[in-house]
């Protein structure tokens, strides 16, 4: 069994407390009464997360963390006391972050980066704030122009910092910074550029023609929609990312192939299809 992560076990048997799983090694592990549901059977598989509860019993639950182990998240504290930080991670216990694990005394109230950790002495899951050991280093070039998931982080006088796909330490230059973002939110991109350091170079759009093609489908669903889009290659590149979401270079490239192709008309200030 592991914890901080998801486990598929067996049910063996119902008890008062609740039912107990087991894996194929014959541990076996309490799922308190108030998650079980009418329609758990005997010897059915359930799918739940593990943990250890204030008494430092492995205890399971079915309902989800904000985080697993080895993963990065922004998270809430909801108190800091003489051990520590304690965070909101979604689960019936709140997550620790110990001071040594802090790269700043936490504030209860705020959000911070941090990744779920297991400590090997112990046994017990502790979060830290100091997350750049943990961050690989991205080595796969074939990785370039490969659709990734980035968790948006802090901005930066260069740009956005970005976790790609849970592992690797990227940025968004502040000039390819196409749509509005939020720390802690989730997103599509594309790594153009692999560091010597290991860090990645990313962009929203895909590189090359292809990143116009779509940037041009996008000009066009939204001319179909409003019939008129009040913008030019003159705009201000902020107003062109707050209503079309990418870059004036990518607006500018997208808006120039349509106008090639014959599908819309260019005014001083708008934009419009041609009947």
Same mark, same amino acid.
């Given at each position: ?23 194929? @090694?014959? *541990?076996?592990?309490?799922?308190? &009464? #108030? +998650? ?6 005997? $010897? /059915? ?55 040594? @694990?802090? *790269?700043?005394?936490?504030?209860? &109230? #705020? +959000? ?6 297991? $400590? /090997? ?74 560091? /010597? ?74 934009? /419009?299809?041609?009947?």
């Amino acid at each position: 069994m592991k914890i901080g992560e998801y486990n598929e076990l067996t049910l063996l048997r119902f008890t008062a407390p609740g039912a107990y799983l087991g894996d194929e @090694e014959d *541990n076996d592990v309490l799922l308190p &009464g #108030k +998650y079980l549901t009418d329609d758990m059977e005997l $010897d /059915e598989k359930v799918t739940v997360f593990l943990y250890k509860d204030s008494e430092d019993r492995i205890v399971a639950t079915t309902e989800q963390p904000f985080i697993t182990l080895n993963q990065f998240a922004f998270l809430k504290v909801k108190e800091v006391n003489a051990f520590g930080a304690f965070l909101d991670w979604g689960l019936e216990k709140d997550l620790m972050v110990p001071f040594k @694990e802090q *790269n700043q005394l936490m504030e209860e &109230g #705020k +959000y911070y980066l941090v990744t779920l950790r297991v $400590d /090997e002495l112990t046994d017990r899951l502790y979060a830290t704030t100091k997350v750049n050991r943990y961050f690989d280093l991205c080595t796969d070039e074939e990785m370039i122009n490969q659709e990734v998931e980035l968790l948006i982080g802090d901005t930066t006088d260069l740009g956005v910092k970005v976790i790609v796909n849970q592992k690797y330490s990227g940025i968004i230059y502040r000039n390819d910074v196409s749509k509005q973002v939020r720390r802690g939110s989730n997103s599509k991109g594309y790594i153009y550029n692999i560091r /010597e350091d290991g860090k990645v170079d990313v962009r929203f759009e895909k590189a090359g023609f292809e990143k116009f093609d779509l940037a041009a489908e996008a000009v066009l669903t939204k001319l179909k929609s409003d019939k008129v889009i009040y913008l030019s290659d003159k705009s201000d590149p902020d107003e062109i990312r707050e209503i079309m979401q990418m870059s004036k270079k990518t607006f500018k490239q997208a808006i120039g192939k349509l106008y090639k192709a014959k599908v819309i008309t260019l005014t001083e200030n708008s934009i /419009e299809l041609i009947d």
